[in-house]
């Protein structure tokens, strides 16, 4: 009987943890019937058209790079993954071309769940991205078009960076962070709706913020969002590569998803 009792309680503790884990379990549970849009680079060569455009040239934030058109050096899909290689070459005028695609005038939503399972370069002057934008960023102009980003990684830190921008007299912002082995694969997220942005890494929480009803000016985050993936060298942030930087880097993508609200 002792023994009968001992198996028991082993039993019931054993379901009682399942049951603590269970809520942690279900809101990170997501069906594919619940995806509204996404690319899982099945296929093999550049970007799919129909879902990804580019950003060409010098773009922001004093950085390095050149971003190139169509190219697969820096942007192709292979093995599963899309990769965004940085490498240090000359290339119109600037010492390392890259590679920025988004969704813009192809695809954009309002509220959802946007994730994205990514493997990251880490290194001085490296700066990976995975962020979403206002559509009206031509009409309105940066911070009022609103910018979420979802992941960034600077340098050779093991942290991860989520924030929002926008708009409230001036540029104004709110971010957190959490460590993060970025050289492993990771599914990075944020679940954007009507009340809040709350980012998640791995299906957990660490970061939020509410816009509900629009507080603290956040009207910006009640229209749609394009998304953006890039592969950044340099810039105002992370500073410049330095002799312990190697190149060339890549960021590999298994997929991106996003899910309507439940």
Not at 55 to 73: A, H
Not at 75 to 91: Q, Y
């Amino acid at each position: 009987m002792i023994v009968n009792f001992i198996t028991l309680n082993r039993k019931m503790k054993k379901i009682f943890i399942q049951l603590l884990l269970l809520p942690a379990l279900v809101s990170c549970m997501k069906t594919n019937d619940d995806i509204i849009w996404s690319d899982e680079f099945n296929y093999t060569g550049l970007p799919d058209t129909a879902k990804w455009g580019y950003e060409v040239g010098y773009i922001r934030n004093r950085e390095l790079q050149y971003y190139t058109y169509r190219r697969q050096e820096n942007a192709v899909v292979k093995d599963g993954n899309l990769l965004l290689t940085g490498i240090k070459e000359p290339w119109e005028g600037f010492e390392y071309t890259s590679a920025s695609i988004n969704t813009l005038d192809k695809f954009s939503f309002l509220y959802g769940l946007a994730e994205a399972r990514m493997k990251l370069p880490a290194g001085q002057g490296k700066w990976p991205a995975f962020w979403m934008m206002g559509i009206n960023r031509r009409e309105v102009g940066w911070p009022r078009c609103g910018e979420i980003d979802v992941m960034e990684h600077i340098n050779s830190t093991m942290v991860l960076h989520g924030t929002a921008h926008w708009h409230n007299e001036k540029h104004v912002s709110s971010g957190g962070t959490i460590p993060c082995n970025v050289r492993e694969y990771h599914v990075y997220a944020v679940k954007w709706s009507p009340d809040s942005l709350v980012w998640l890494l791995d299906g957990k929480r660490y970061y939020g913020i509410s816009i509900k009803d629009s507080v603290n000016s956040t009207s910006e985050f009640h229209k749609p969002f394009y998304i953006l993936l890039n592969f950044a060298i340099g810039g105002s942030w992370p500073g410049n590569p330095d002799s312990t930087s190697l190149f060339p880097d890549t960021v590999f993508v298994d997929w991106v998803r996003v899910h309507r609200l439940k």
